[in-house]
């Protein structure tokens, strides 16, 4: 078996449809998605786009219908719930259909929709989504959504926490360099993530707008078992 590291969405370049994808965006998509799985959500659509996601929840036409998301780690006007983790309570999301629109964690997911099986990866449920990729028996190829376009290393990170738990699976799994690489910073900054990650400018940005609760949330390692799973243009657990 084999497990790529790509550091941003923009990044692959090759055919991923027979390959089982993770994608990552720990701060804080995909860790928003985790923890709405976990808490009961029906399902979840991500779309690229604000009005995409209006349209969606238009035509749907169920009160039962949340509007999420982010635009530059703010909160969209007249959405429903911003991209916290922490607003996603099972009284806020169980038995609800989210529509979800973020800079760049729906984009990524997006962009790797046609991959053999699309999972969902965050520090939060790190052991649970390496042992449901695991069991797939495919190569495995890690998608980070990065921060505009560009490498962050939070997403690194993550994707460092997952090849690790992939590894106490499976020793024998040939890791391209950057995964290597992702390993490497893991294993060297696993014992503090946070002071880790400090002056990373995603992790600033988040901190500037009031978010640390949000970055101490999403830092939490393996405290979560759901694996959300995109099929068809829905993600559910």
Same mark, same amino acid.
């Given at each position: 078996? !084999?497990?790529?590291?790509? !550091?941003? !969405? ?104 046609? !991959? ?20 797939? /028996? ?16 939070? #997403?690194?990170?993550?994707? /460092? ?70 099929? #068809? ?5």
């Amino acid at each position: 078996m !084999a497990i790529e590291l790509y !550091a941003t !969405a923009g990044s692959v370049e090759k055919d991923l449809r027979n390959h089982v994808v993770i994608v990552v965006d720990a701060l804080r998509a995909t860790s928003v998605m985790v923890t709405a799985t976990q808490n009961g959500v029906r399902f979840i659509i991500p779309v690229s786009e604000v009005e995409e996601a209006v349209d969606m929840a238009r035509q749907l036409g169920n009160q039962r219908v949340l509007l999420c998301g982010e635009r530059q780690a703010l909160p969209i006007p007249e959405f429903h719930l911003s991209n916290s983790p922490l607003e996603y309570t099972p009284e806020m999301v169980a038995g609800r259909v989210m529509v979800m629109t973020t800079t760049n964690g729906t984009r990524a997911i997006l962009r790797a929709k046609d !991959a053999r099986s699309l999972y969902l990866g965050a520090f939060l449920n790190a052991a649970a989504v390496a042992r449901a990729a695991r069991e797939s /028996g495919e190569n495995i190829a890690i998608v980070c959504a990065g921060t505009n376009g560009k490498f962050s290393l939070d #997403d690194i990170l993550c994707s /460092g926490a997952i090849i690790s738990r992939l590894l106490e699976l499976d020793e024998n799994q040939y890791l391209d360099d950057l995964a290597r690489t992702a390993l490497t910073l893991y294993d060297s900054y696993k014992g503090d993530l946070r002071a880790s990650l400090a002056g990373c400018t995603h992790v600033e940005r988040l901190r500037a707008l009031g978010l640390e609760e949000d970055i101490r949330f999403c830092l939490q390692e393996d405290v979560m078992d759901a694996v959300p799973r995109y099929v #068809d243009g829905v993600i559910r657990a």
